[in-house]
Every structure is written in C-alpha cells, then in structure tokens.
C-alpha cells in the first residue's frame, strides 16, 4: 500500500513543480516587461513567446489603458490561476 502511496506523492509533486514553473516564466515575463528588458535579446525573446504561449487564453483579456496594466494583469492571472490549479491537484493526488 505505501508503495501507490509514494507514487502519488511523487506524481503530485511533479504537478506541482510544473505549475511552479509555469508561474515562474509568466512572473519572469512581467517583470522583463516592466523593467524594459531588450526584446532583441534570446533570452527575453525565449521568455515572452513561453509566456505568451502559457497566457494565451488570459492575454488582453483585461482592456486597460496603460500597457504595462494590461502585462500584469494578463499575465498575472495566467500564473495565479496555474498555480491555484497546479497545487489544487497535487494537494488532491497526494491525499489519495
């Protein structure tokens, strides 16, 4: 029995490293975006096209006049929502 047991957990914490991740990227965009990061550079490219792709479905959903609102706000509910979710259901794989 310990042994499902262990699987779950481990399963559950992957869950939840993932979201970390995701969090991670969309929070590392935000803030490129706010400190005016050169988009001419791979890394600051690599990131905004990860974060864009993770916040497809939250990106300009919110109409703000200012840019930088519409940044955070997009992508700020991408990663609350990943995370919500991601540790959601690996609290729930780890308790069964």
């Known amino acids: 029995m310990s042994r499902y047991r262990t699987g779950a ?9 993932v979201a970390d991740v995701m969090a991670f990227i969309l929070g590392l965009w935000i803030l490129m975006y706010l400190l005016d990061a050169n988009r001419a550079n791979s890394l600051v490219q690599f990131v905004h096209d990860a974060a864009a792709w ?6 300009d959903l919110f109409t703000f006049d200012a840019a930088w609102a519409r940044v955070v706000a997009g992508y700020g509910l991408a990663a609350v929502v990943y995370l919500f979710v991601g540790h ?3 609290s ?3 308790r069964h």
């Open 88 to 90: 959601a259901i690996a």
């Open 92 to 94: 729930r794989m780890q």
């Open 54 to 59: 993770l916040a497809g479905w939250s990106h």
């Open 9 to 17: 957990n481990q399963a559950g914490t992957v869950v939840a490293i």
